[in-house]
């Protein structure tokens, strides 16, 4: 009997009720996860969770795969079958699937050591140098090679003294910016002048020019004392940073350059040299600018970065047409060693100027050959449109904002300077269209912080919260006191 009363008690138990409801409720729940990941494995949908779209296509793309009207093939040079899962190519040719839901475009794959008749055929002479895991991008007579490095971010890797590690995929960029070249009628070319210690898209500029490729423009270089004249086939001219002037002979032929209605674009750091650049000012004053002979010191903690006023940060004039492609996506640029421009108002009203940079209203202007310092808002960057012939012309008082050592130490600033740098030769070469595919990095992309900003965070995390917890502590003390 006491055998019986003890099983029944068991039986009627709330901790076995309980515990019999927990495990049949477990169970079930295991069930249900497991049929479910089933059905889920049999649905062909996929969806893109990661914060960057490393999968998707962007709304840039798809703009652009909507407005083709010529047929493209882009090939796989290498056998498709062979390429493992997690290989970084198989990830390129998922990203490829979406493309080919287009209809004028269409992917294949060829082995090169199997189709040797076919590389003979689309490359004769052997100029693209196609190799392994190369993809070509083929419309009627144009084409365009992705090489495996235009696809990806890649730095030495840190585990070993040899070779490299991809941290960033560019192959959405590489793909979406030959598509756009193979289909565009023509493509305008700006050549960097060399021979003045300048930059150029070979030096110090290599990353704004491969971009600038993106966006359907050819690049080159040019000497002009041993050229003779400006190229022919020139649509802008980018003078970047010289380190001394330009003869008068080359300003002829910058100045006859423009005379037919064509562009430059000056960028230029302030410096400590005797070196006064007569003959570029002169060009300048044709349009109603001026560099001047300054170097900007902020003092307003929001255009600045932390600890350094003399690197800063200048706001994107909003109030200019030319400025409105870029303003939602403008975040900021960094330059050191600034100098102002200045309008000089003495033109007629054929000249028209727009502000594009400046700074804020605190800024000071060191004047670097006497002691006449002013302090005031003053542009870092201003444009100008010479009516009569359709010329235009715009002046930067920084060279180094878009140039590559500072893109690479300060990575958060490179989307703006890109974006504004190419709205500038868009705007100089008359077309408004616009490319811009942020690179998608495997990992985490940094916050900007001013000084200023840095200072209210400080003041928060040091005074503030830890304030409100004393405060929330000493209430709930009081109140369990008087309990």
Known sequence: MKKNNVINQILASKRLKYGTSAIVIMVLSVVIFVVLNLLVGLVPYQMDLTPEGLYSLSEQTKFLLETIEKDVVIYGLFDETKVEPGNEIRDVMDLLTQYEQNKHITVKYLDPSKNVGFLTEIDPEQLLNIGLRDFLVVSGESKRLIKYYDMFVSIASES???????????????????VYYVTKETQPKIYSTRGHGEYSFDTGYITIGEFIKTNGFDHDSVDLSISGKVPDDASV?????????????????????????????????????????????????????????????????????????????PALYTGTLINSPIKDAFSNILADNVRSVEILRKSGTWLETEALLLTSTKALSESVYDENDSQGAVYVGVASTDNKNDSRIIAIGSADYIQDQRLFYYKQYEDSAIRFTLNCLKWLEGDDDEIFIETKNYFANFITVSAGQSKTISILTIYVMPGIILLLGLAVYLRRRNL
């Open 160 to 178: 070993t003294d040899f070779g490299t590690s991809d941290v960033g995929s560019k192959a959405e960029t590489a793909f979406t910016s030959a």
């Open 237 to 313: 001219i980018l003078i970047a940073n010289p380190k001394e002037d330009f003869t008068d002979d080359e300003i002829d032929m910058l100045r006859d350059f423009m005379n037919k209605g064509n562009s430059i674009m000056i960028t230029l750091d302030s410096t400590d040299t005797n070196e006064k650049y007569v003959n570029i000012q002169s060009l300048l004053k044709d349009y109603n600018l001026a560099f001047r002979y300054d170097k900007i010191k902020e003092g307003d903690e929001n255009y600045h970065i932390v600890g350094n006023r003399y690197m800063i940060s």
